[in-house]
C-alpha cells in the first residue's frame, strides 16, 4: 500500500493535519524525525485544502515514497501503490 | 596597461609560477584523507565576502552604493596580482552586513567573454548568494523599495525554512534576500543525511551502469528504504 514518510518540521504539518482528517489513511507519529502516512487504497492530496505554496508543494515527499506518484498537477497528487499505475 | 616583462628564472619560481597547483590541479576525493581519519575539526565563522566579475563598473557601483543602498567600504586597485598574464583591476566591497561584503573584480581593458554573458536558465541562475534579514517586515521593506525605485522584484517565495525575494543586478547576477523562518533543527540534519545518502547510491549505481538518476521519484523511493531501516524496520 502507498506509504509517505513527512518529515516532522512545521512547513509539512498540513500533510499530517490533511490526513488525520481522512478515515482511511493512517497516520503514525514515530517519535524519530518523521510521521508515516499510509493507505490501503491511493493516497491523494490538494494544495488548496493544505494551503501549501508551490515550492513547499513540489517537495513534500522528501521524506520518503513507496509508490507510484500517478498525477500531480498544481492542486492535486494521486499516489497508488508500486506497481498498479494505469 | 600592463607592460610585458619577460619572466626570469628567479620569476619562474615565484609564487605565481610555482605554486598554482591549487588553481589547476583537479581535485580528486578518492585521493583525500577526511576529518575521521585525523579528527580535526575545521569551521567556518559566517561570510567574509562574496566576489563577481563585472564588465559594468558604473552601473554596478550606482546599483549596488545607490539604489540598494550598501556603503562601499573599501577598493583594492592594484597591478595584476604581480602576474604577468593578470589584468590590471579594481577589487571593491559593499556592505552586506554582519561584517559580510558584496565584492566585485573590474579588470582593466578586458571585454566581457560570452561564457559569462547572463541566462535565463536554471544552470546559471543557481550560482547566487542569498543575503539575510532578521524580520519578514525588512523583507517588505526590500521589496517594496526596491520595487518603488522601478526595479522588478519576484513575488514572495516560501521554502522550506526559508522565505525569498529575487531580483538581478545591472550584470545578471542573481540577488536574493532571505529571511529565515525557523531555526535548523537536528531532524533536518538528519533528514538531509539520508536524502543525499538515497541519492549518492544511485548515482553510484547509474554511474556504474552509464545512465544518470531517472527522477527525484527514484530519490523518494530509495529514501523511504533508508528511512524505513532508520526507524528500525517500520
Sequence with gaps: ?86 | MTQEIPLTESDRNRTYATKREYRTRDVDVSELGTVAEDGVELRMHGVDHTARPTWKLRETVTFYRDILGLPLLHTISARGWGHPDHPDFLHFFFDAGKGATIAFFYYIGTDRPERYEPEDSHFYTATHTAWGVETREQLERWKETLESRGLVVSPYTRHEGLESIYFRDPNGYPVEISLRLRDVMEVDAQDAALTLQAAMELEDEANAEGTKIGDIDTIWRRKAALVGEFLGGK
Aim: overall charge negative; charged content about 30%; proline content about 6%.
Design chain 1, 1 to 86: 500500500m502507498p506509504l509517505i514518510y513527512v518529515v516532522d518540521v512545521p512547513e509539512f504539518f498540513p500533510l499530517v493535519e490533511s490526513a488525520r482528517k481522512r478515515d482511511d489513511y493512517r497516520v503514525t507519529e514515530t517519535g524519530k524525525g518523521y510521521f508515516v502516512i499510509e493507505a490501503t487504497g491511493s493516497l491523494q492530496f490538494s494544495r488548496k485544502e493544505m494551503q501549501l505554496k508551490p515550492a513547499l508543494w513540489y517537495g513534500m515527499f522528501t521524506g520518503g515514497l513507496e509508490g507510484e506518484i500517478t498525477e500531480w498537477d498544481r492542486d492535486t497528487v494521486t499516489i497508488v501503490d508500486i506497481g498498479k499505475k494505469p
